[in-house]
């Protein structure tokens, strides 16, 4: 994945977690997970998840999805994917 695609890929990523959470704009989200984030609660994380598969074109098994915890472990998940392709 070139240098390009890889930071549109952050900013596309979080901007997606920062819509799903209803975050303030200035909140960092690249270090964010769920466990330090009041707001991505049980319901918000499927949420994302059926976001992110949508905008990425992906699928994530139920098992993957409750790995899928922090900010810097679904941007590596979309990577692994998109590389693959």
């Known amino acids: 994945m070139l240098a ?4 549109d890929l952050n900013t ?3 901007l997606l977690v920062r819509e799903v959470l ?3 704009p200035s909140t ?3 270090l964010l997970e769920a466990a330090n984030c ?5 319901l918000r994380h499927v949420a994302l998840i059926l ?3 949508a905008k ?5 098994s139920s098992a993957e999805m409750v790995g ?3 900010v810097a472990r679904i941007k590596q998940t979309i990577m692994d994917r998109s590389n693959k392709n």
């Open 38 to 42: 009041p707001a991505w609660d049980s």
């Open 56 to 60: 990425f074109g992906i699928k994530i």
């Open 12 to 14: 596309e990523v979080e």
């Open 4 to 7: 390009k695609e890889m930071a």
């Open 28 to 30: 960092p989200v690249g």
């Open 68 to 70: 899928l915890r922090s």
């Open 22 to 24: 209803n975050l303030d």
């Open 51 to 53: 976001k992110l598969q």
